[in-house]
Nanobody, 115 residues
Framework: QVQLVESGGGLVQPGGSLRLSCTPS????????MGWYRQAPVKTREAVAL???????TYVDSVKGRFTISRDNANNTVYLQMNSLKPEDTAVYYC?????????WGQGTQVTVSS
């Protein structure tokens, strides 16, 4: 059974930084696309950043210049470096990975930006 395990969430003050990690278990194939989504209370889930196996990246406009997605293909791991965090970044962040037409989700990690 494939599982995506996220880590790195927590409470941080505005302007601070966090680094999220997502490591899969139960699979040895490289995912085509990996990414991070987030869902804030009473809002729909949105794609924050995506990265292909060839390391082409896309970002939602609200995080451009502040967040950086990267991946380690040798370990099938994806990271999200979040800098200059704002209160509006507060959400549950979910790791997402696609292998062909099959999509996997992590359980989510809470990120709270508050003073």
């Amino acid at each position: 059974q494939v599982q995506l395990v996220e880590s790195g969430g927590g409470l941080v003050q505005p302007g601070g930084s966090l680094r999220l990690s997502c490591t899969p278990s139960g699979i040895s194939s490289n995912f085509n696309v990996m990414g991070w989504y987030r869902q804030a209370p009473v809002k729909t889930r949105e794609a924050v950043a995506l990265i292909t196996h060839g390391r082409t990246t896309t970002y939602v406009d609200s995080v451009k210049g502040r967040f950086t997605i990267s991946r380690d293909n040798a370990n099938n791991t994806v990271y999200l470096q979040m800098n200059s965090l704002k209160p509006e970044d507060t959400a549950v962040y979910y790791c997402n990975a696609a292998l062909g037409t099959t999509v996997f989700w992590g359980q989510g990690t809470q990120v709270t930006v508050s003073s």
